[in-house]
């Protein structure tokens, strides 16, 4: 009797709590039928228990608060706020839309499910406006550093690389995009790094073509050559050669060639001797200055040129001669060395000399000056020797035993016809140019002379 007491109280007190519960979940259906669920949310903004209208205010509020943040290099930041481009809401049906789809009897299954409780309502804005503030941008606007790749400096007799500048050039495409796209997710802020709205450079310190193009640059530069002139040398290395180097804006490394033609030019204008004026101790014994001719030591600029290209490239180590065109049997200040034809113009004299001993000397007849035909001072070389030749020009055709060339047409050759040697003959009998000899001295020349030995003409 006791426990069924019991147990009638307990279904009563449950039928009582049920009823409770039932009427405590209806009553707050009641409140559900005007507002929104526990938990809602619009565009990430609570709404919980709000009225349709209160929850427009709180978006309206926050539509008008919300303003776009740039955030910048060097820690600049600027603002894009929702009036300056007419930020508003797509549809405010939305709203109502959102709270119908809400039953007040299931209120309660908003704590298990978010399917009716959240929502995203789109925005518009005015793309023109927008378009204008961002034209506005300070970062559009200022002053602006383009981006640069990197370069190269010489150094310690290397190449390093120097980083480029990054800059503070604004892709605006990609800004827009970027500005457009947070707007419609109502984010508040866009890092421009973050986001790749800078303009970057086409090169970085790392990218292969620039670390290829400090490998060659290094492999040009670590060339070294030593040029031998006589007891002279010159060393060519990376100091001057970092100097003829050039890289284009794809990273293309290049050996400027002129400026390497204007050094071997150089080394021509130090070393070669043909031409140049020289100082010669006469047989009279006086010293004399003579320039011209074609006797002498010669570089072949194209072919060295050539040859000094090919070794910088390679980077390689070498010891040479540059290459010549023409070279002589001695170096130094006195290439002419100890075989040569002397011609005293002046004394109307010639001596041969072989080995440093005088072979032969004796009087001779050189060029008419009164015709203007006198033989040109300089030192040259003797072209060749011929036997029985016919020498020819404008009203004259004359046999001569020894031929021996050395200035174009004019040469040693044995005069027969003439009685006379030295004296002032040459000064209104003279030859077309060339050195009369008597027959004796042409053929003692001729019989000890060898192709190549330098002819010293002066007056």
């Not at 709590?17 to 009641?30: D, K, Q, W």
């Not at 119908?100 to 925005?123: A, C, H, R, Y």
């Not at 002032?424 to 192709?451: E, W």
């Amino acid at each position: 009797m006791k426990i069924t007491k019991t147990v009638e109280k307990i279904f009563a007190v449950t039928i009582v709590s049920l009823c409770a519960i039932i009427y405590i979940y209806l009553y707050t259906s009641i409140f559900f039928i005007k507002h929104l669920y526990i938990g809602s949310e619009i565009n990430g903004i609570k709404v919980s228990g709000k009225t349709v209208e209160e929850a427009k205010a709180v978006m309206t509020a926050e539509l008008q608060s919300y303003s776009l943040n740039i955030k910048e290099r060097e820690g600049k930041k600027e603002q894009i706020s929702s009036k300056d481009i007419g930020l508003k809401y797509k549809s405010e049906d939305e709203f109502t839309k959102f709270k119908k789809e809400q039953n007040p009897l299931k209120w309660g299954l908003s704590f298990f499910s978010t399917k009716n409780s959240k929502i995203t309502v789109d925005v518009l804005y005015d793309k023109e406006k927008l378009n204008r503030q961002i034209d506005k941008l300070t970062c559009i606007t200022g002053n602006i550093i383009e981006p640069q790749n990197p370069s190269f400096k010489y150094k310690g007799n290397t190449f390093v690389i120097i980083a480029g500048a990054k800059g503070n050039k604004i892709n605006k495409d990609i800004l827009m995009q970027r500005a457009a796209d947070a707007i419609s997710k109502r984010e508040k802020t866009i890092d421009l790094e973050a986001a790749d709205c800078y303009v970057k450079a086409q090169y970085n310190s790392k990218s292969q073509r620039v670390v290829e193009a400090k490998d060659i640059l290094n492999k040009y530069v670590s060339s070294k050559i030593t040029y031998t002139f006589g007891d002279n040398k010159v060393v060519l290395d990376g100091s001057t050669i970092n100097q003829w180097l050039t890289i284009d804006e794809n990273y293309k490394v290049a050996l400027d060639e002129g400026k390497v033609k204007a050094y071997v030019e150089s080394l021509a204008n130090t070393y070669n001797t043909v031409g140049k004026t020289r100082s010669f101790h006469t047989s009279s014994g006086n010293n004399v200055n003579i320039d011209g001719g074609d006797y002498g030591w010669q570089i072949n600029v194209d072919k060295e040129l050539q040859d000094l290209c090919e070794i910088i490239k390679g980077g390689q180590t070498v010891n040479k001669e540059p290459a010549y065109s023409q070279t002589t049997a001695f170096r130094g200040t006195n290439d002419i060395g100890n075989c040569y034809v002397e011609i005293d113009i002046s004394r109307q004299h010639l001596w041969f000399y072989k080995n440093g001993s005088l072979v032969v000397e004796g009087s001779v007849v050189t060029g008419n000056l009164s015709l203007n035909h006198g033989t040109p001072a300089g030192v040259y070389k003797l072209k060749y020797k011929e036997r029985d030749a016919t020498l020819k020009g404008p009203g004259y055709s004359v046999p001569v035993s020894f031929w021996m060339p050395f200035n174009e047409g004019i040469g040693l050759h044995d005069a027969t016809w003439r009685w006379d040697f030295g004296g002032d003959i040459y000064k209104t009998n003279g030859s077309h140019g060339c050195v009369n000899l008597p027959y004796n001295l042409a053929q003692t020349i001729f019989n000890n002379v060898d192709d190549g030995t330098p002819v010293v003409c002066y007056y």
